[in-house]
């Protein structure tokens, strides 16, 4: 069965960094796009950043751009969000997600990780 | 940037009944909208992709519709698991990938 755990969240001081991993298991990681998504406490879901399989093709939500930088590592299965410039509205449950969007696959975000916790505070 | 309404924000029903949950977009995305449902403390599930096709595993009570920019969510007869938040994303012109901003069906 398909996989992700994701790791890394907790507590940060505005302004400092984090890096949240996903690590995937259960399929060929290199041929999925992966993504992440966040939830702020009671809000809806936001969609932050995507890779595809080669990392050919990165982009970001304007609201992270310049802050985040996502990569992966195929090789380790694994997709990473790097987080710089923390501030309090990045507080939120971070998921990854993995997305296919060739027409032999589920045209969204088909496989979900369980989430993890970021909170930015002073 | 493409903005998806979702309505009502809430609805209330019970088990047994028919539920109908509407998503609109702000311009055409053709058919590519996945609908997905949200329990508290959960990752959210895909239920239905492309407006129409279940995802694995999905009940067969649970259909889509719509096409353009109107679409719909319809639970034929609610079973007491259903109750949860639902949200309708597309896919069609990204980045970014928008989400509505969900429609909470609870328990009247």
């Known amino acids: 069965e398909v996989q992700l755990v994701e790791s890394g969240g907790g507590l940060v001081q505005p302004g400092g960094s984090l890096r949240l991993s996903c690590a995937a298991s259960?399929?060929?990681?290199?041929?999925?796009?992966m993504n992440w998504v966040r939830q702020a406490p009671g809000k809806g879901l936001e969609w932050v950043s995507h890779i595809s399989g080669s990392s050919s093709t990165i982009y970001y939500a304007d609201s992270v751009k310049g802050r985040f930088t996502i990569s992966r590592d195929n090789a380790k299965n694994s997709v990473y969000l790097q987080m710089n410039s923390l501030r309090a509205e990045d507080t939120a449950v971070y998921y990854c997600?993995?997305?296919?969007?060739?027409?032999?696959?589920?045209?969204?975000?088909?496989?979900w990780g369980q989430g993890t916790l970021v909170t930015v505070s002073s | 940037e493409i903005v998806l309404t979702q309505s009502p924000a809430t609805l209330s029903l019970s088990p047994g009944e028919r539920a109908t949950l509407s998503c609109r977009a702000s311009?055409?995305?053709?058919?590519?909208l996945a609908w997905y449902q949200q329990k508290p403390g959960q990752a959210p599930r895909l239920l239905i992709y492309d407006a129409s096709n279940r995802a694995t595993g999905i009940p067969a009570r649970f259909s889509g519709s719509g096409s353009g920019t109107d679409f719909t969510l319809t639970i034929s007869s609610l079973e007491p698991e259903d109750f949860a938040v639902y949200y309708c994303q597309q896919r069609f012109n990204w980045p970014p990938f928008t989400f509505g901003q969900g429609t909470k069906l609870e328990i009247k």
């Open positions: 259960e399929f060929t990681f290199s041929s999925y796009s």
């Open positions: 311009q055409s995305v053709s058919s590519y």
């Open positions: 997600a993995r997305y296919c969007s060739s027409p032999s696959c589920q045209g969204g975000f088909d496989y």
